[in-house]
Nanobody, 126 residues
């Protein structure tokens, strides 16, 4: 079983930055696809950013240019750098890992992922 633990959430004003981290409980094999998702109250969980086993990243249109996803396989950690945050970014952010290869086109789909963290709250005030 793979356990994922997120950290780095918090409350910031619009225009601020946060860096989320996700520590994986076991060796984060390079074959894992990894992703960040978020869920705002009353809304469905949506993909924010993901990175495949080859290091190719994919971003949701809503965060393109404001977020950077990266992975450190040696440290078993996934990161999400978020800049120029907006109130609409307010949500619980979840880390996810996929145990099998999938198309790059599906990286932002929740169905791609087998393992999920408990989430970390991000609140952006105007």
């Amino acid at each position: 079983q793979v356990h994922l633990v997120e950290s780095g959430g918090g409350s910031v004003q619009a225009g601020g930055s946060l860096r989320l981290a996700c520590v994986v409980s076991q060796y984060m094999r390079s074959t894992y696809h990894m992703g960040w998702f978020r869920q705002a109250p009353g809304k469905a969980r949506e993909g924010v950013a993901a990175i495949d086993s080859n290091g190719r990243a994919r971003y949701a249109n809503s965060v393109q240019g404001r977020c950077t996803i990266s992975r450190d396989n040696a440290a078993n950690t996934l990161y999400l750098q978020m800049d120029n945050l907006e109130p609409d970014d307010t949500a619980i952010y979840y880390c996810a890992a996929a145990a099998q290869p999938r198309s790059w086109l599906l990286l932002l789909e929740t169905s791609t992922y087998n393992y999920w963290g408990q989430g970390t709250q991000v609140t952006v005030s105007s």
